[in-house]
């Protein structure tokens, strides 16, 4: 069902998002060779607890960690390792967070160390195509509007969109309607409006869209191999245009 949020409501799901955003920003200071996908997601466990939230995604659907932590070929979903981040990895840290029943849901890339100018490139890339698709949540805007300007972006420089994982209205649960589609499609998908919040989270291939599922059943990994990147903000839709929830 698509919910449409009151601005109380709205504004527990902002403290939410800085909450999850100052835990990137804590992440960011610790991701360095030697460090381990496990370590952060214990560490962003303890945080969350700390400041009297809860980390959604543990238990969802029987997910069992904290954080998705994928690395390099890894799209999404990735499981938290015990194996320490090398130089010129990248690492994406996705996480939920509920903050008195409020929810917001962001992911970040992170390079580890010194990483390729291919891998840079691809960073960039994808969030200056997250904010081409922000710009278009609006009243009355489109879901379409969104994917189609992502997809554009992403186009323009050579790399591709993945199309097995879309954004989502978020609130009360994880996952609510619409879905948000991260490529153009030939329709115009739901209309925008006041009150819906939404996740924008594209994820972006330097090769091929297409993905394999690992034997976990949870992680899903570049077909050929290549790098995956992705950035994902929560979004409310308000008369005065997108305000992310969880801005750095
Ligand atoms: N944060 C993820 C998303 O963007 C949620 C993944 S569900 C989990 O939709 F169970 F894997 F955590
Ligand atoms: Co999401």
Redesign the pocket.
Known sequence: MVTLKSELEIRKMHEAGRLLAACHREIKRRIRPGVSTLDIDRFVEEYLLKHGAYP???G????P?A??ASVNDEI??GFPRNHPLNSGDIVTI???VNLDGALA???WTYGVGRISEDARRLMNTTLEALYCGIEKAVPCGWTSDIGTAIESRVESQGFSVVRD????G?GPS??EKPQILHFRTPFKGTMLKEGMVI?I?PMVNAGSPLCTMDENG?TARTVDGSLSVQY?HTVAITASGPLILTQQ
Not at 60 to 63: D, N
Not at 165 to 168: I, K, Y
Request: proline share 0%; glycine share 6%.
């Open positions: 959604e995604q543990k969802y659907k029987g997910y960690f954080t998705c999404c979903h996705d996480m939920v849901d962001s992911a994982f879309a954004g989502h978020i994880i996952h996740t989270e949870w994902e």
